[in-house]
């Protein structure tokens, strides 16, 4: 490619260049081009290292004239991309000759130019700044004050992606400019509103959108004028302009309610009408209004006058639109192997060992697509929680007149109905509770329906009630109930309808979860029925058939350790295990099937114990060695694998206990885990810390050769200044560490001043730290004191108070227990080290429920009675007075 050197704006490019250029992007954006595009690819690439490169692919979309549009725009996208790269480092001519090529095409005739080159300067706005560009705001004035429609449409259209990629820049001080610029723009795009175009009345709104979030004192002061324009544009006859103005609303009532609360009347009236707009994605965007009101603090009695007129539109909704794309779904059977589309990716939650803050939401509709069916179910869902039982007289007989319609055509408003009985069932349940009996005989016929989607939703609308048919299961009509759901659901599990199995096994997997131990007289049956839909099933619901295992594994626990289950259980699992290749995604949800199994057999699951241990060390090393190598490991690296296996090995160690002493020693475990301990994957890192603490706790002994490695990579997950990012990983590392303590004793005392110095500064700011950390922080602090109390009862008076208030939130259990020992033993090494903080101790020790250990108990009595021998002259009243009434009430057990 020849070149002229670009040492003025003047530079010009060679025609030769600009052919050869033009003829590599024809080839590489024709679609019946045989040419190999990966080869094209390449030779731009190699042309993007050339200095003049990017003043050529300017030339093209600015200047080549005689170009076709494609190519001009093709040149324009590699142009953007390239400057996201090179741009910083050009030479300041080369960044003057594209910037001033830009400014004159914002008006050019053809719309993708002008979309191109709108996405170019945002591009720069980013990297450079509007200082970076002084001429770039008085162009796009111009260009808006043209009354050129393309002049004003191409730079609007610039505008409007500046103000969504970076909206911060327009409100920031620019020196030499009076006002932000955001300023100047404001009162322009408020004039658009009224524009005879569309495309200008849509850019306009939308980029003020952007800024309710950012509320800059711009658009504060002017709030008014836009309120005024959104009620004109309400009513616009371009959809998506009303789409925008209902976007609007959404987001002032989520950030700014205030703003709407004096016409609140008007937009709710508004925000009803467009919640049966004929254009779905209008009615889509309005619906979001009545959940994010609800999650305000504004009054709920605003809206209680709306709900007759509103719930009967919602429930109009959410029948299903005859283009949706779950009908289509709806027809496959089960015989048609999935497309590799239709594979969700598989993520795994590597183990967490302690309380856990986040909740599984698992009331997910069946498919992710978001619509207005969902959205107005899920508002309904939020209606009934807010008004409860108000909303059924309402609800109750539009939904009964929709059950009534029998024949064939009316199968989806069929659907609706059940689907709202489904989405009201927590918010309403009092009001439902004395009819459940009759709603859940009413819905277990439908289960059999002859449409498939009615079969499905009423597996999930069963299962939104399973606690409650769970709870009733104690009498003899009430067990029958439940009896006839669970055989209902398990036939359709084995349903030939694809999304009925996938919504069968997900409302099974709920029911598991409530019943827990009540399924034990029904595991033959549940398993029999699982393990055919093992067998009968395509590989994405396969998934689900694990997790629905892993589940039953989980609930019944050691009822499932028995030959008959196990006969039934076992086979097909083991077949697919060894059909299955270590490199095999398809393993991940198998692995953790495995892992719940092995939980729930105990030593049961010894006979199948040696291989499965034996494959977890193989897919690690295998994975190790890919992370290096790839090519000589004969697999890529997915760090998947070696957190799957990690936590397999773990739910080996929980059911083996000792057992698994045998299958490590003889294995290279220890080594690989002390790498994984050091991964640079902060998953792959917590699930290694997980396994440390459970290896801990039943064969310390085989860790041994390596102790003072694994004890110093685990102190230093807890010193890092970036512990937030990391905190699960901390959170594991912290509780190995106690575990380790506990069952090495004093060979643990080289670390142990170390790590005290680690965890007081997180006790000391525990507000900022998730509850599991602070908790595991406090154990592990505990049971290093009770091994090594000369050690750390001298630093007492820096962490007893924080200490103390993290011990008093932490539940009655054995670790607890171990805390408290070490309290106990550091008081009797250092008992003045307490007295600033015996206020915050007595706190402390009244936390208890009840200590079960006998000797603890009397341990914890002598440390009081010490303190009350030791503080005399009226001190331990003084003491005990500034504790509340419940607290003195506990501690009178303890006779002080």
């Known amino acids: 490619m020849a070149t002229t050197a670009a040492s003025t704006t003047s530079w010009q490019p060679q025609e030769g260049g600009v052919k050869e250029i033009c003829a590599l992007l024809e080839l590489q954006i024709s679609p019946s081009s045989t040419a190999d595009k990966s080869q094209i690819w390449q030779q731009l690439e190699t042309y993007s290292q050339h200095p003049d490169f990017n003043n050529y692919l300017a030339f093209i979309l600015a200047r080549a004239e005689g170009t076709s549009v494609e190519i001009r725009q093709a040149a324009g996208l590699l142009l953007k991309n390239n400057l996201r790269k090179a741009y910083k480092s050009m030479t300041s001519e080369s960044q003057q000759y594209i910037r001033s090529g830009l400014l004159p095409c914002l008006g050019a005739p053809d719309k993708h130019i002008r979309s191109t080159v709108g996405t170019i300067i945002t591009e720069i706005v980013q990297l450079g700044g509007i200082l970076g560009w002084p001429e770039l705001l008085q162009a796009l004035v111009t260009c808006l004050e043209s009354n050129d429609l393309n002049h004003m449409e191409g730079a609007m259209d610039a505008l409007s992606k500046i103000c969504e990629d970076a909206p911060q820049l327009l409100d920031a001080d620019v020196p030499g400019l009076p006002d932000r610029p955001i300023q100047i723009f404001l009162p322009r795009l408020y004039q658009f509103f009224q524009s005879p175009h569309t495309s200008l009345r849509k850019l306009a709104l939308g980029s003020i959108n952007q800024y309710i979030m950012l509320m800059p004192a711009a658009l504060y002061a002017s709030m008014n004028q836009y309120l005024q324009g959104l009620f004109v544009l309400a009513h616009d006859p371009a959809p998506e302009v009303r789409k925008l103005v209902c976007a609007a609303f959404v987001q002032l009532i989520e950030v700014r309610p205030s703003f709407l609360e004096p016409h609140l009347k008007q937009v709710m009236e508004y925000i009803l009408q467009v919640s049966k707009d004929k254009d779905e994605e209008v009615a889509l965007e309005a619906c979001e209004f009545w959940s994010a009101y609800c999650d305000t603090q504004l009054s709920p009695e605003n809206l209680r006058e709306f709900l007759p007129r509103l719930i009967p539109v919602l429930l109009s909704n959410m029948v299903y639109a005859d283009d949706d794309e779950s009908l289509a779904e709806a027809e496959e059977d089960d015989s048609l192997p999935d497309r590799e589309q239709d594979l969700k990716p598989h993520f795994h939650a590597s183990r967490l060992h302690g309380s856990e803050d986040a909740e599984d939401d698992d009331d997910d509709d069946i498919v992710n697509v978001w619509n207005l069916r969902k959205c107005s179910a899920a508002a309904l869902d939020v209606l009934s929680n807010v008004f409860g039982d108000d909303i059924l007289p309402t609800m109750m007989p539009v939904v009964q007149s929709k059950l009534a319609a029998t024949g064939d055509e009316f199968w989806k408003e069929r659907e609706a109905a059940v689907l709202a009985i489904g989405a009201v069932a927590e918010g309403c349940i009092n009001g ?50 439940f009896d006839k759901v ?106 953790e099937c495995f892992t719940s199994i092995a939980q729930a057999l105990s030593t049961g699951f010894a006979q199948f114990a040696q291989p499965v241990f034996q494959r977890c060390i193989e897919i690690i090393h295998t994975q190790q060695l890919a992370k290096v190598d790839s090519a000589s490991a004969g697999a890529l690296y997915d760090k998947e694998f070696i957190v799957c296996s990690l936590d397999l090995l773990s739910g080996l160690s929980e059911g083996l206990g000792s057992g698994i002493e045998s299958l490590v020693a003889q294995s290279s475990l220890r080594d690989l885990l002390l790498q994984c301990c050091m991964d640079g994957a902060s998953d792959v890192r917590q699930s290694a810390f997980a396994l440390l603490g459970d290896l801990s706790r039943v064969c310390a002994v085989s860790l041994h050769p390596r102790l003072p490695e694994f004890l110093d990579v685990a102190a230093k997950q807890l010193n890092t200044p970036n ?12 509780w190995a560490i106690g575990e380790l303590a506990v069952k090495i004793q004093k060979e643990i005392s080289p670390v142990v001043v170390n790590v005290i110095s680690y965890l007081v500064p997180i006790l000391q700011h525990s507000e900022e730290l998730n509850k599991s950390l602070v908790e595991n922080t406090a154990i592990t602090l505990g049971r290093l004191a009770w091994v090594c109390p000369e050690l750390v009862s001298p630093h007492m008076e820096h962490f007893m108070q924080p200490w103390c208030i993290a011990l008093s939130m932490i539940r009655d259990d054995i670790e607890k227990e171990d805390a408290f020992r070490g309290l106990c033993a550091m008081v009797r090494a250092n008992p003045s080290g307490a007295l600033s903080s015996l206020v915050f101790m007595c706190k402390a020790i009244a936390s208890w429920h009840e200590i079960k250990s006998e000797d603890l108990h009397n341990e914890v009595c002598q440390v009081l009675h010490g303190y009350k021998q030791m503080l005399r002259n009226g001190a331990w009243d003084q003491c005990m007075s500034a504790l509340e009434p419940p607290v003195k009430e506990k501690l009178s057990k303890y006779q002080v």
């Open 486 to 591: 669970l055989l209902g659901i398990l036939r359709r599990v084995l349903d030939n309808n694809k999304r009925v199995q996938e919504a069968a096994c997900s409302a099974f997997a709920t029911l598991e979860e409530e019943a827990a131990e009540e399924l034990a007289p029904r595991l033959e049956v549940i398993l029999q029925h699982l393990m055919c839909a093992f067998g009968k099933y395509q590989r994405r619901n396969l998934r689900i058939v694990y997790d629905a295992i892993g589940t039953l594994a989980d609930a019944v626990g050691v009822e499932l350790n028995q030959p008959k289950y196990l006969e039934i259980l076992m086979p097909p699992l083991i077949a697919k295990w060894q059909q299955l290749s270590n490199t095999d995604k398809d393993l991940f949800p198998l692995l």
């Open 432 to 481: 439902l509770y004395p009819h459940l009996p009759q709603m859940v005989e009413f819905l277990i016929p439908l289960l059999d329906d002859n449409f498939p989607l009615i079969r499905s939703i009423s597996c999930w609308t069963l299962s939104r009630f399973s606690k409650y048919i769970v709870q009733e299961s104690g009498h003899k009509k009430g067990y029958e109930q």
């Open 723 to 734: 512990l937030k990012e990391t905190l699960s990983v901390a959170n594991n590392a912290c």
